[in-house]
């Protein structure tokens, strides 16, 4: 069973900083690709940003500049680092990861969410 592991929120001033990691376990033949998303309250879950196995990444353009994502695919993890946060950031985050669990077939794959914070 694939587990994803989330660490590294909490509460933040505006400007501040933060990592956020993800980690995934279980039975896990290749990561195809891995991620980050928010939820805010009172709103849709939006894409932070994303990785993929060969390197390519999609950012959110309301955080392009600031967040920085990262991964060690060796180690099934993904990093976010997240500099210059603002009050608008504050959400809810979730490691998403597309995960291939068997020869023939990926799938996706959700974490419990970490919250952020960003409050003076």
């Known amino acids: 069973q694939v587990q994803l592991v989330e660490s590294g929120g909490g509460l933040v001033q505006p400007g501040g900083s933060l990592r956020l990691s993800c980690a995934a376990s279980?039975?896990?033949?290749?990561?195809?690709?891995m991620g980050w998303y928010r939820q805010a309250s009172g709103k849709e879950r939006e894409l932070v940003a994303v990785?993929?196995?060969?390197?390519?990444?999609n950012t959110a353009d309301s955080v392009k500049g600031r967040f920085t994502i990262s991964r060690d695919f060796a180690k099934n993890t993904v990093d976010l680092q997240m500099n210059s946060l603002k009050s608008e950031d504050t959400a809810l985050y979730y490691c998403?990861?597309?995960?291939?669990?068997?020869?023939?077939?990926?799938?996706?794959?959700w974490g419990q969410g970490t919250q952020v914070t960003v409050s003076s």
């Open positions: 279980g039975r896990i033949i290749r990561v195809n690709a």
């Open positions: 998403n990861a597309e995960l291939k669990t068997s020869w023939f077939s990926a799938s996706e794959f």
């Open positions: 990785i993929t196995s060969d390197g390519s990444t």
